[in-house]
T-cell receptor, first 115, second 109 residues
Framework: DVKVTQSSRYLVKRTGEKVFLECVQD?????MFWYRQDPGLGLRLIYF???????EKGDIPEGYSVSREKKERFSLILESASTNQTSMYLC??????????????FGEGSWLTVV | DAKTTQPPSMDCAEGRAANLPCNHS???????VYWYRQIHSQGPQYIIH???NNETNEMASLIITEDRKSSTLILPHATLRDTAVYYC??????????FGTGTLLAVQP
């Protein structure tokens, strides 16, 4: 089975802290994604990556950056956490691409609270 | 990527078929229809996807209309564990999934 693992399930950070959310997939997928999910807003795409060292902005990239130094690992970075970044963050990966018909697999999510 | 429209909520009796509709009237020729579901506090789970033919797997069936402007996800024998938010998504060449707010399916005992 495909496994997408997010390093932390629950985090509490202070305003202004630098926060790293790590994601690892074990199926040699080229594509990796970071979403955030908020009540009433559904899932929103922050960044995605089609290959090592490649990244593209999603719909809400402001306040975030990403790093993909190895194929299996995709990190989301909050340079200076703010309270409006309190949310659930979901990592996902998919095989090959970018072309349609490939299934995207999600991790279990990381609940971040910024105080 | 095309936008989708789903009802915000539906009920279904346990053991009966659940039919979840989705409209995607602006879908283009190379875009697939995907269905995912999300059980509370978990990551979305892939269910099924299709281009123009009907599809079936161990979880569900996907019926796509001939003009491809709408589709229906069918859970043939709903159980309480199928209570979740179901997302219908249309995605093309970028393989980027844009989620809407989905349909909350409540399976009643």
């Amino acid at each position: 089975d495909v496994k997408v693992t997010q390093s932390s399930r629950y985090l509490v950070k202070r305003t202004g802290e630098k926060v790293f959310l790590e994601c690892v997939q074990d199926m040699d997928h080229e594509n990796m994604f970071w979403y955030r999910q908020d009540p009433g807003l559904g899932l929103r795409l922050i960044y995605f990556s089609y290959d090592v060292k490649m990244k593209e902005k999603g719909d809400i990239p402001e306040g975030y950056s990403v790093s993909r130094e190895k194929k299996e690992r995709f990190s989301l970075i909050l340079e200076s956490a703010s309270t409006n970044q309190t949310s659930m963050y979901l990592c996902a990966s998919s095989p090959t691409g970018p072309y349609p018909g490939n299934t995207i697999y999600f991790g279990e999510g990381s609940w971040l609270t910024v105080v | 990527d095309a936008k989708t429209t789903q009802p915000p909520s539906m009920d279904c009796a346990e053991g009966r078929a659940a039919n979840l509709p989705c409209n995607h009237s602006t879908i283009s020729g190379n875009e697939y229809v995907y269905w995912y579901r999300q059980i509370h506090s978990q990551g979305p789970q892939y269910i099924i996807h299709g281009l123009k033919n009907n599809e079936t797997n161990e979880m569900a069936s996907l019926i796509i209309t001939e003009d491809r402007k709408s589709s229906t996800l069918i859970l043939p024998h709903a159980t309480l564990r199928d209570t979740a938010v179901y997302y219908c998504i249309v995605s093309g060449a970028t393989n980027k999934l844009i989620f809407g707010t989905g349909t909350l399916l409540a399976v009643q005992p």
